[in-house]
C-alpha cells in the first residue's frame, strides 16, 4: 500500500519557493519520494501545499528531518511547516 504526505507551509514569496522546490526533485527522487502535486492557496498567497507518494517511510522521515533539507527550507523562506503522514486503510 502507498504512503502519501500532505506537506503545508507558508513561504515569503511563492514563485522563489517553487523555484528552490524544483531544483530540490532530484533530492527528494533519492530519497523515496515523489512529487503528485503542488497548490497554492488562493486566499493565502505565499502559501504552498504538497503531496508526495513515499516509496520508503523511514527514508523520507530522515530527509524532512535532514540539516541539508533546512538550508533549502531557508532558502526557499520556509515558514511554519506541516506534514501529515497519511495511509491508506
Known sequence: ???HVLWQAD???FDVWLSVFRDDK???EAAG???LKIWRDPDQHDHAIALFEITDLEKARDFFESEELAM???RGGVAHIKIKVLTPV
Request: avoid cysteine.
Open 33 to 35: 519520494i515523489r512529487d
Open 26 to 28: 532530484p533530492m527528494r
Open 72 to 74: 533549502h527550507l531557508e
Open 11 to 13: 513561504v515569503a514569496d
Open 1 to 3: 500500500m502507498t504512503t
